[in-house]
Structure formats: C-alpha cells, structure tokens
C-alpha cells in the first residue's frame, strides 16, 4: 500500500509542524488493497487529518488503519474542540468531497463529536 504510506508520512510531517502529537496503530498486513481504494482511502486520511489540523485546536492526533474481514477502516480521533453544529451542516468542501468519494467505492463517513471529533472512515472489499 505505497500511497497509503506515503500519505502517513506526510500527515506525520503536517502534524508535526502543528506541534501536534501523532499516534498511529496500522495492521501489521493491509493485504492488496486495489488502487482505487487506496486513493480514496489516501485522499480521506488526508482531508480528515488537514481538518484536524485547521479546525480542532488538538494537542493529540490518534490514526488507526486496520484491514477486518469486512474491510478497511481508518479512524482519525482529536482531543481538541469538537465540531458542535457543524456536525451536521458540512460547511465545506472536504467532508462533502470525501463522502461522494467513499460512496463511489461502496463507502461510509462517520462523524462523531463527543469530547474531541472522530472519524470513521470504512470501506468494504470490493465484491469479486
Ligand atoms: P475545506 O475542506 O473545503 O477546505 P473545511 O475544512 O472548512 O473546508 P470540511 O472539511 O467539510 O470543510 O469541514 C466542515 C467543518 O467542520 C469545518 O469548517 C469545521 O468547522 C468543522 N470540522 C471539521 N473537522 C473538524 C475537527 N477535527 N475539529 C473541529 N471542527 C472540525
Ligand atoms: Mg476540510
């Protein structure tokens, strides 16, 4: 999964020059994850994360990658100030972009705003 690596690499860097601290939990095996499914799952990491930077005033960014059996799933938590009202308004671009993106591979965004955002991102196999 060499563009998923890459773009941990550069979320690293983006959080780092945040001042941000960086937790990543990644399956020691992703499996051969088909080329359109992982720039959809690159480009989500990378708005999911860029938000975390812009808008959350976090001190800690926590990333999980896991391949399951039904499927890959990236969680991107934050401790910083919550989304609120605009949990449900989707004021930009980027959530709205990644779910019509994740939708066209089969799909789903999660967002949830208790203490801090999370957001689950999940895709499941694609059907043979
Ligand atoms: P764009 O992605 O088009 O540059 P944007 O980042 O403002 O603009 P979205 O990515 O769709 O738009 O996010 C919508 C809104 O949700 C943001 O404007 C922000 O208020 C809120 N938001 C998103 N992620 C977080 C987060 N991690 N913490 C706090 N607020 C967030
Ligand atoms: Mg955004």
Known sequence: AANLQEEVSHIRQLLNAANMAFNIETSPDLGNIPLLVENVLSMSLK???TNVVKHSQATLCKV??????NG???????NGR??????TSFG???????RERLEFVNGSLNVESTS????HIHVPHPVQ
Request: charged share 15%; proline share 3%; net charge negative.
């Open 72 to 78: 890959w799933h990236i969680i991107v938590e934050d």
């Open 116 to 119: 801090g955002t999370t957001i």
């Open 47 to 49: 708005e999911a994360v």
């Open 92 to 98: 930009g671009h980027g959530l709205k972009g990644m």
């Open 64 to 69: 999980t990658i896991q391949q399951l059996p």
């Open 82 to 87: 919550g989304m609120g009202h605009d949990i």
